[in-house]
């Protein structure tokens, strides 16, 4: 993975649906080998999981917003995928490999291999899909109800960051403006707002010490008297510490009542990302004067 993100980085390849096929090219048939033996052991998985979400980070997203964010889904399907496979393709060997399938159905009879089976039939079950050693299961189905129930449940997820990036994203596929803006450096400050890991207040006080933390409306903006908090919206409409930059940037807050989520949806540019850039760079140096340093 490390020699795949440096070939990315000297070429140089910044699009990240197409570093997503390299890593399930590249990456994920080594994390995958023999998956239809270990693919249901959790530490196993877990391990390999974390190895993924490592190559999809950014900053301090929450792993479930990670993975939205790139239309991701954990590993394990993938490895399911593979069992399913495994289990066919046993299933439509020939007689002279008939020896094979026999060793394959008495290790699912085996009760030494019993909490394996036990975990395939349990799963199958829960996407509603009948097992038999004897028939061939629907993989496509299978893994496609196990997708959709994993989509419904992240659309349930009452986590706070996760209920505010949905108001931005709310389908479950790759972020547009990845697509539509190039380049890490035009990506990064449209994905640390959307994605809550931008270090405004609303984002930072939840890192406090549990005796100093404040809710989440509590959580002023030092930068403005207005005495609102200062969130994603204040931050990009309302706090006058940034009408300069404001004032050069009038085309993309043209229209009524602009909302941050028609924002994302309808200025995926250049020209917003350099709009973003620049009142992060000016919020560092407005933290950096009241703090008494010069960046």
């Known amino acids: 993975m490390h020699f795949m993100n440096r070939r990315c980085a000297i070429l140089p390849i910044s699009d990240p649906e197409l570093r997503c096929k ?3 090219s590249l990456v994920l048939p080594i994390l995958s080998y023999a998956s239809e033996v270990w693919g249901v ?3 196993i998985g877990d391990a390999a999981e974390l190895l993924h979400r ?3 980070r950014q900053d301090s997203t929450a792993n479930v917003i990670v993975l939205a964010e790139l239309g991701r889904f954990p590993l394990c399907f993938h490895w399911w995928r593979q069992i399913l496979r ?6 439509n060997l020939s007689d002279d490999e008939c020896l094979i399938m026999c060793a394959f159905v008495e290790s699912m009879q085996d009760p030494a291999h019993l909490i394996w089976s036990h975990k395939v039939h349990s799963w199958l079950q ?3 899909v009948g097992f038999s050693i004897e028939d061939d299961i629907d993989v496509r189905t299978g893994i496609g109800n196990a997708k959709n129930h ?6 349930q997820n009452y986590l706070s960051s996760v209920v505010r990036y949905q108001l931005l994203q ?3 596929v790759i972020a547009p403006y990845l ?6 450096k035009s990506q990064k400050p449209v994905s640390r707002l959307g994605c809550g890991c931008h270090g405004l207040r609303v984002d930072t006080g939840r890192l406090l010490p549990l005796a100093q933390q404040v809710p989440r409306e509590q959580r002023h903006c030092v930068f403005c008297a207005s005495g609102a908090a200062e969130d994603e919206h204040h931050f990009v409409f309302d706090c006058p510490a940034y009408c300069a930059i404001k004032n050069r940037f009038t085309n993309i807050f043209w229209g009524p009542a602009p909302t941050l989520s028609s924002f994302f949806t309808l200025h995926y540019s250049k020209v917003t990302t350099r709009f973003l850039r620049e009142c992060f760079e000016h919020r560092n140096f407005l933290v950096a004067k009241q703090s008494g340093h010069t960046l």
Do not use: M
């Not at 994993?150 to 659309?155: P, S």
């Open 22 to 24: 390299l890593f399930d």
């Open 41 to 43: 052991d959790e530490k």
């Open 54 to 56: 490592k190559f999809l």
């Open 86 to 91: 495994y289990h066919n393709r046993i299933n």
């Open 126 to 128: 829960s996407q509603s």
């Open 150 to 155: 994993y989509a419904q449940t992240w659309h």
């Open 170 to 172: 709310p389908e479950y």
């Open 179 to 184: 697509s539509a803006v190039k380049g890490f």
